[in-house]
T-cell receptor
């Protein structure tokens, strides 16, 4: 089954404890992206990647890191999480560069930083 | 700067009635795509419908249709014959063909739709 897999689904952590949210897609998609969703703000892009070893900042990249060493994986790293990073996170992917290509989303990761 | 606006934080509709969810956008780029996604209470993001800026006809997908008015820069989602399962958050999103924002998808803040019996 074609899908984007994020783990974990729920995560509670404490301020300053490094964490990684994993994302993997099995559709051979070139493009992958991370979003965070906050009430009243919609989805805001954190980072995106057009292909392996190519990553770019989105609208809210501060406090996050990503890497794209393999085509299928795009982990989101929080080196020193803070309470303002408490949010619902989505990983998404699409095939390539055509405007009409829809994004496939993971199931989301609800992160709480205490 | 590109911008997507959804002016209705919440909408209510009775079952079997039609409802229109508003979406306006601001861009000077002539080439772009517009998407609508549904997010039920379970949290997943479900793609509903797509409209390209050069498409001659309004997009339709089953009970979903897009009222695309390019001159007004609006792309309203119309849901016909609402069902209880349509209760969800709906997001409008926009993507551009070129420039520094190539490939990025910008989302509106969403409209929470509630369908009542």
């Amino acid at each position: 089954e074609a899908q984007v897999t994020q783990n974990p689904r729920y995560l509670i952590t404490v301020t300053g404890k490094k964490l990684t949210v994993t994302c993997s897609q099995n559709m051979n998609h070139e493009y992958m992206s991370w979003y965070r969703q906050d009430p009243g703000l919609g989805l805001r892009q954190i980072y995106y990647s057009m292909n392996v070893e190519v990553t770019d900042k989105g609208d809210v990249p501060e406090g996050y890191k990503v890497s794209r060493k393999e085509k299928r994986n795009f982990p989101l790293i929080l080196e020193s999480p803070s309470p303002n990073q408490t949010s619902l996170y989505f990983c998404a992917s699409r095939k390539g560069r055509q405007t009409n290509e829809k994004l496939f989303f993971g199931s989301g990761t609800q992160l709480s930083v205490l | 700067a590109q911008k997507i606006t959804q002016t209705q934080p919440g909408m209510f509709v009775q079952e079997k009635e039609a409802v229109t969810l508003d979406c306006t956008y601001d861009t000077s780029d002539p080439s772009y795509g517009l998407f609508w996604y549904k997010q039920p209470s379970s949290g997943e993001m479900i793609f509903l419908i797509y409209q390209g800026s050069y498409d001659q006809q309004n997009a339709t997908e089953g009970r979903y249709s897009l009222n695309f008015q390019k001159a007004r820069k609006s792309a309203n989602l119309v849901i016909s014959a609402s069902q209880l399962g349509d209760s969800a958050m709906y997001f409008c999103a926009m993507r551009f063909d070129r420039g520094s924002t190539l490939g990025r998808l910008y989302f509106g803040r969403g409209t929470q739709l509630t369908v009542w019996p």
